[in-house]
């Protein structure tokens, strides 16, 4: 990923609309060579149409895609060099699992060892090696989808475009391919565009997210940046399972530094948010940003626990404060906790985040002057 290089893709102002629906608002984005975005958003907000407006298969009304600086206006979808797994799979039907990822091969003529070799070992890796005989129609869902994304790879595209190809496999699965399915794209070296639904394969797969949120970017930025520092409410909201604890407050300041008060206790702020005292704020706590502690301990908050899930990695505890304001406790699985009864909570101040409760734009901390370099 050099500076001089053009991106790979550029996306610029893409505007689409369906009758009056607005699927895309001039979404502008551009992906490094080699670079793996991660395309995130709920349901409906425009992340098929946009990967289908960059395959030339849905033409825009407004805006440009450029791929390799190649404005793509009049290229036909064959000839923009990018492979796709979209997810009505698009197999054909009358060809075994082997022929169909073989496919992008035999069109150019290849055949032999070396072709065999590159399918059963794509196959292997997406653990299909064992239906590759088998028709489309003798698949499971998640089969024909691994199977159309082992085709997109087959042909060695310089730019992949994946429409949530683990969308109908399952849980386990998904895990496992969520580790292995970045190295198998970095291997390949392509830029790809992957969207998902799943903010965890965001994550885990792409170099950077962009969140679509109504055929918007609302961010754009590495894992850590859209998972640490939303930009706004709800894009915190659509990243973390158990969702990010949020809570109507006012934040004050006095001679210690901005705070916010929880169940009349004093929760210090970031330094840096002195600016929103007396703004109407939400309070975003990722869970795990939430511990039990000691009573008397400082910031010690007084809370009734009232239900516990364990999950795998982690448990996770429903507690009320007194105030009856609902606040989930997330700890490492296997760590002591109560499972019931009375409790104490404290809030790791550092990665408590603040929402403007009017826009739900995140407030960031400002620079202070707090380490004594000015009176
Ligand atoms: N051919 C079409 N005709 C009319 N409306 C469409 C068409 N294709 C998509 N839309 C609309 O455009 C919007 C965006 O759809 P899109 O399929 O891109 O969402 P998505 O983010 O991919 O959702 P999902 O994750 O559920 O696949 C939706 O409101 C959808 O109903």
Do not use: W
């Not at 929880?262 to 511990?291: F, K, N, Q, T």
Request: hydrophobic share 40%; net charge neutral.
């Amino acid at each position: 990923m050099t500076e001089r290089k053009p991106p790979a893709i550029e996306i610029d102002a893409v505007t689409k609309r369906f009758k009056t629906d607005v699927a895309l608002d001039a979404v502008s984005l551009s992906v490094a060579e080699g670079e793996t975005l991660a395309l995130f958003g709920p349901s409906g907000a425009g992340k098929t149409v946009l990967l289908r407006v960059i395959a030339g298969l849905v033409e825009a009304d407004a805006g440009r895609i450029r791929i390799g600086g190649r404005d793509m206006d009049d290229v036909p979808p064959e000839e923009r060099g990018v492979g796709m797994a979209f997810q009505n799979f698009a197999l054909f039907p009358h060809m075994s699992a082997f022929d169909n990822i073989a496919s992008p091969l035999t069109a150019r003529r290849q055949s032999g060892e070396a072709l065999r070799a590159g399918v059963e070992k794509l196959a292997t890796m997406l653990k299909i090696g064992h239906v590759l005989g088998q028709a489309p129609k003798a698949l499971s869902n998640g089969q024909k989808q691994r199977t159309a994304l082992a085709r997109a790879l087959a042909g060695g595209p310089r730019t992949l475009l994946l429409d949530d190809p683990l969308r109908n496999v399952d849980a386990k699965l998904r895990f496992e391919m969520r580790l292995e399915l970045p190295r198998l794209l970095a291997r390949e070296k392509a830029t790809t565009i992957y969207v998902t639904q799943d903010y965890r394969e965001a994550m885990a797969l792409g170099d950077r997210i962009a969140v679509l949120e109504g055929g918007r970017v609302t961010q754009l930025g590495t894992p850590e940046e859209v998972y640490l520092a939303p930009a706004t409410l709800s894009v915190a909201r659509l990243f973390g399972d158990p969702a990010i604890n949020t809570l109507k407050v006012t934040p004050q300041t006095d001679g210690q530094g901005p705070f916010v008060l929880l169940s009349d206790l004093r929760a210090p702020l970031d330094d840096g948010l002195s600016h929103a005292a007396g703004r109407p704020c939400v309070l975003g706590l990722r869970p795990e940003a939430v511990r039990f502690t000691e009573a008397g301990a400082p910031g010690a908050v007084a809370v009734t626990v009232e239900a516990e899930t364990p999950l795998n990695e982690k448990t996770v505890t429903l507690v009320t404060t007194k105030r009856g304001r609902e606040i989930l406790v997330s700890r490492p699985a296997g760590t002591p906790g109560p499972a019931e009864g009375a409790a104490h909570i404290a809030v790791d101040s550092a990665h408590a985040l603040l929402f403007d409760a009017e826009t739900g734009a995140r407030i960031a901390p400002r620079e202070t002057t707090r380490r004594g370099a000015a009176a």
